[in-house]
């Protein structure tokens, strides 16, 4: 068997982080458990802090090691705390404790959930880890990554009163977030990233951010923590969560009630879908009446609404299959609960709970925006990328995708590296040989490049399905920092194309994706409306796919088939950009031959710099002021005879025809030609100006 070898760049990474202010006194206890809890611990190494950070690293990686390669299965979990005794010492009870140095929380259960509702009220974790655990969400069958959150103290808490508070500041966000309460005391071994989780298959459990400034007072969070302890809200992330508390017995209008204040989401869809369904209301009609609830709830706009919102439409399918199979039968005598004034059909606009604000409970839920392509693009959003055919989105998204799993910057914006996931629908054969020949442009190997593609179009959206993407992403290594959908219509399992309800609740299960490990960024290619307005480019399916969407990039031709814009129409959830101009260039590579051995021909884009921009713009004006004046002295010419004339040949010799009705579409659209190529008055007056020069 290979053996496994930890990362030290991550045990680095979290020590330097979360050890940084422990000061030289005392030690750290590095510690690794068998999983059998039963058996007493297979390592314990006491490492004495004044010898630096890089002693504990030292001493980390080699435990790790042994742990990862040790059978039986042995889990490498050091407390994050520092312990007083002398050499010698190895205890790390909480009496043992001379300094507590972070706030940590293991989330197990809709971890990214758990994760946004604490840093709306802590700001950013220091340390994010995915610690290699996966979680399946027993509504949809989706797995998810199991995370561990970590706040570094601004001032360590030593004392008995300061320990006191970490403790209590571990039970409140453990509590508030439904978290795995054996994390709550101080001492609690807990994974470090770097280090083998081994349950399964081995993974190596790493980090998936580091906010390495971020920082908490201890006080300043448990006054937070206890303010929102208080607020109402339910705990819709893990174990005793509220988010499942109705009976069956609960009125409509507590449940819609609980919905609209942003309380409880799952429970009251899954009962108001069960109540709907049983009064024969039909499919559609039960999931617009639940999905306008959801856009009426003042709860944030987070993670677990847009969940819950991406699953009405199975909870209400649940709901039928289980009235079919006679499910419901002894939890909701529905007459009965008429009769009592509990199941009325009226949908009553009752609220419970508090829906004004204080100003810092309002500012207190401000998220900072998080960007994989710096200023742009933000994670965890979704965009549509709109363009007719040909326009050259495809060849656009997949330089996106090159440069984020290079790292490289695209034009002046800083691009952090990760993994993407590439949908490749629409031409699969296509997408392979641009691929080829963008690595070979942009000098990458494509053995190598973090690259993950899903060829075909299997329905992406079905449970079944979903659930294998799921195991396959979180198996094939780390998470995913932007996933690629080409194109929407490829994808799209409706049976109208035209249904402006079907594009809508499409465009919902697209929203989905951003939900995978590392809540990546989602661009879905999409084609315009029929008879598209150019200067206003909206997805097909308008409205109801726009609503659903953060942003909605386009592509806009500046010269037909050579230079394009990527910029935005109609919505877009964050500061405006400068368009990015990008070359759409065709060419050749050895790597690519037909069967007889000749060079096949592909497309790729490359963005190119406001001074490169301003060249060709200034080549083009150049280009279409001598075929104007051409045309004003000899209007009767062919292509080939304009092509000719101007001296424009590709390189065999041939006229390059091509560039010439490039250069007539741009001149129509500027009014200075006719759909006939006649001048028009404009037209003429340009092309006299500049015969006259």
Request: charged share 25%; aromatic share 6%.
């Amino acid at each position: 068997m290979t053996a496994l070898t930890p990362d030290r760049e991550q045990v680095e990474t979290f020590v330097n982080a979360l050890f940084k202010h422990a000061g030289t006194e005392g030690y750290a206890s590095i510690r690794s458990f068998p999983d059998d809890a039963t058996i007493k611990p297979f390592s314990i190494k006491s490492v004495f802090l004044e010898g630096g950070l890089k002693s504990v690293v030292d001493i980390a990686v080699n435990e790790a090691a042994n742990a990862a390669n040790a059978i039986p299965k042995i889990v490498f979990c050091p407390p994050i705390s520092v312990f007083k005794g002398t050499r010698g010492s190895w205890q790390a009870r909480e009496q043992d404790i001379l300094r507590g140095l972070a706030l940590s929380v293991e989330c197990d259960e809709r971890a990214q959930a758990a994760r946004l509702r604490l840093e709306k009220m802590l700001g950013p974790a220091t340390i994010v880890t995915l610690s290699g655990g996966q979680w399946t969400d027993p509504a949809t069958g989706e797995l998810h990554p199991k995370l561990h959150l970590h706040w570094r103290l601004k001032t360590p808490a030593e004392g008995k009163a300061q320990l006191v508070n970490l403790k209590k500041a571990r039970v409140l966000a453990t509590e508030m977030v439904g978290g795995d309460a054996s994390n709550k005391p101080i001492v609690h071994p807990i994974r470090w990233p770097g280090s083998w989780h081994r349950k399964g298959e081995p993974v190596l459990s790493c980090i998936e951010t580091a906010n390495l400034d971020c920082e908490i007072d201890l006080d300043a969070a448990i006054k937070a923590l206890t303010a929102a302890s208080g607020n109402g809200h339910d705990k819709p992330q893990g174990r005793g969560t509220s988010d499942n508390k109705h009976d069956w017995m609960t009125p409509d209008n507590e449940l819609i009630a609980d919905i609209k204040s942003g309380k409880v989401y799952y429970g009251s869809l899954l009962a108001l879908s069960a109540r709907w369904n049983g009064r024969g209301e039909t499919r559609e009609e039960t999931i617009k009446f639940l999905e306008r609830l959801m856009h009426e709830s003042i709860g944030p706009r987070d993670d677990r609404w847009k969940a819950r919102v991406a699953l009405i439409p199975s909870l209400v399918d649940s709901a039928q299959q289980k009235k079919e199979k006679g499910a419901w039968a002894g939890k909701i005598d529905l007459e009965a609960s008429i009769a009592a004034g509990h199941g009325s059909a009226q949908k009553p606009e009752t609220v419970v709970g508090n829906l004004l604000q204080s100003s810092a409970e309002f500012v207190r839920a401000f998220v900072p925006p998080d960007y994989l392509i710096d200023g742009l693009l933000q994670r965890r959003f979704l965009y549509s990328f709109t363009g007719s055919t040909g326009a050259g989105k495809t060849s656009v998204v997949m330089r996106i995708a090159a440069h984020v799993a290079l790292g490289q910057p695209l034009t002046k914006y800083t691009v952090e590296q990760g993994r993407v996931l590439f949908f490749a629908g629409e031409n699969p054969d296509d997408v392979r040989m641009r691929w080829i020949k963008l690595c070979e442009e942009m000098k990458a190997d494509p053995d190598n490049m973090d690259v993950c593609f899903l060829p075909g179009t299997p329905a992406i959206g079905n449970d079944e399905i979903r659930t294998k993407i799921n195991a396959e992403v979180a198996a094939s290594g780390g998470p995913i920092a932007l996933v690629i959908v080409d194109t929407s219509a490829a994808y799209f399992k409706g049976d109208d194309e035209n249904s402006r309800t079907q594009l809508g609740n499409h465009a919902r299960m697209l929203r989905t994706f951003v939900n995978l490990p590392g809540g990546p960024t989602v661009i879905v290619t999409c084609h315009p409306t029929k008879a598209p307005n150019v200067d206003n480019l909206l997805p097909a399916g308008g409205g109801s796919f726009l609503n659903e969407v953060d942003g909605n990039l386009v592509c806009s031709p500046v010269v037909a088939g050579a230079l394009i814009d990527l910029h935005w129409h109609g919505k877009f959830r964050g500061p405006d950009f400068e368009a990015i101009a990008f070359k759409i260039q065709a060419g050749t590579t050895e790597k690519l031959k037909d069967s007889k051995g000749r060079s096949i021909s592909t497309v790729t884009a490359a963005p190119i710099s406001d001074a490169e921009r301003s060249v060709i713009d200034d080549a083009r004006r150049t280009n279409e002021v001598k075929l104007l004046a051409l045309l004003n002295r000899e209007p009767r010419l062919s292509l080939t005879g304009l092509a000719e004339k101007l001296g424009w040949f590709y390189k065999t010799g041939a006229p390059n025809k091509s560039l010439v009705n490039r250069m007539l579409a741009g001149l129509r659209k500027d009014k200075l030609i006719e759909k006939d190529n006649a001048l028009t008055p404009s037209g003429r007056r340009l092309a006299e100006k500049a015969e006259a020069m």
